[in-house]
């Protein structure tokens, strides 16, 4: 898939008006299953006239706009709708759990749920992180509507099942950056010998190409950055890397995001907690996610504009990559995602599955919509 400006793709407000009619739907199910005010009882599980009360976990700090504030707004709005019988307490990164370890946690019982990309996973579930983003990837609405009516959903919970956790779409971001450099990259060669932070598939491809690759939760990029512990990052979109404060100490911000086209955020239940609660708080629970999909897409790219334009005055240069340079960044991910396709048959059925959809979409999405730089 190709991210220069000449290529054909969806337009935001495509994207919005469409992931805008699951919020719709999402919306009027959730106020026709409103139940009315109940008895507090065990957090946990629910039975009819009992709470549930869940710790929530989360990976990114609730500072953080879109990625992170969106647990905020998905415990606001289960709480609201359930007329407050159902309450979600947020936890900031590390203060219960790890901030890259929250499913495993969720999948011991420590806590009922968290929110998460599971992309983290992937060192003990590899293809973990097909659903968390691939390089060169799916484009948010893309990914929704692979998750949701392509088959998504079905191999998420596949692939979690053994681990006693549910995962659940419950928000996503649009592209991030290609990262944060000291000097310029004017070809494949400059990044050999860099000290880079770096997730998921993206990073095997920058450490196939000469980098020394470390993975740094937010909030511990910062200092990383400026003690010259990594030379260079990638985290998220641009409101987000400013406000952990990146562009004071790195001057060169690259794009586009090869390496995760879109950001998919889960929140991920134990299963068996998750079997104990009644239809009416499940549905409640999916509702309110896909309301947060909405939610986080829509704050994501609402928020980069005028961030990106106030650039020139913090000293930032904004650098697009060449066109040359990401043909062969795609070449090296093409290599690894087969190498991990060989060694893993569950991450070669969800590749596939992947594969399969976009080839299916692919005319559409080339002839439906007017190019980017329309």
Not at 42 to 63: I, Y
Not at 84 to 109: D, K, M, N, Q, Y
Not at 174 to 198: M, T, V
Request: net charge negative; glycine share 12%; proline share 5%.
């Amino acid at each position: 898939m190709s991210s220069t400006g000449s290529d054909r793709g969806v337009s935001n407000r495509a994207a919005l008006f469409a992931v805008g009619v699951a919020f719709a739907v999402g919306v009027i199910g959730s106020l026709a299953l409103r139940p009315a005010s109940r008895p507090v009882g065990e957090g946990g599980a629910s039975a009819a006239g009992t709470a549930v009360r869940w710790r929530l976990p989360v990976a990114f700090g609730t500072n953080l706009p879109g990625l992170g504030d969106n647990a905020l707004f998905i415990a606001e709005q289960i709480s609201a709708v359930s007329g407050g019988r159902i309450e979600f307490e947020v936890f900031e990164p590390g203060e219960v759990v790890p901030a890259l370890a929250i499913t495993e946690a969720v999948s011991a019982g420590k806590v009922q749920a968290g929110y998460t990309w599971v992309g983290y996973d992937e060192g003990r579930i590899p293809s973990s992180v097909l659903i968390g983003s691939v390089p060169f990837g799916m484009e948010p609405w893309e990914y929704t509507a692979w998750w949701l009516h392509g088959g998504g959903r079905a191999l998420g919970e596949k692939i979690y099942a053994q681990y006693d956790v549910r995962p659940i779409l419950c928000g996503i971001i649009g592209p991030e950056s290609a990262g944060w450099f000291r000097d310029e990259i004017e070809d494949l060669s400059d990044l050999r010998g860099l000290k880079i932070r770096f997730a998921g598939l993206g990073g095997k491809v920058i450490q196939r190409l000469g980098a020394s690759v470390t993975m740094l939760p937010g909030g511990e990029i910062f200092q990383a950055l400026d003690r010259g512990a990594i030379d260079a990052t990638e985290y998220s979109m641009p409101a987000v890397d400013t406000k952990l404060g990146f562009d004071r100490v790195v001057k060169n911000n690259y794009f586009p995001g090869w390496h995760q086209p879109s950001t998919a955020a889960h929140l991920v239940v134990n299963q068996r907690i998750w079997d104990r609660l009644t239809p009416v708080d499940r549905a409640l629970i999916e509702n309110v996610c896909g309301a947060a999909v909405v939610n986080g897409l829509s704050r994501g790219e609402a928020l980069q504009g005028p961030v990106l334009r106030d650039y020139a005055s913090r000293g930032v240069a904004t650098r697009v990559l060449p066109t040359a340079v990401l043909r062969e960044l795609q070449s090296v991910a093409d290599e690894v995602l087969e190498e991990e396709a060989a060694r893993d048959p569950l991450f070669a059925e969800v590749l596939a599955a992947q594969r399969a959809f976009r080839a299916d979409y692919a005319l559409w999405k080339t002839i439906g919509f007017l190019p980017r730089d329309f």
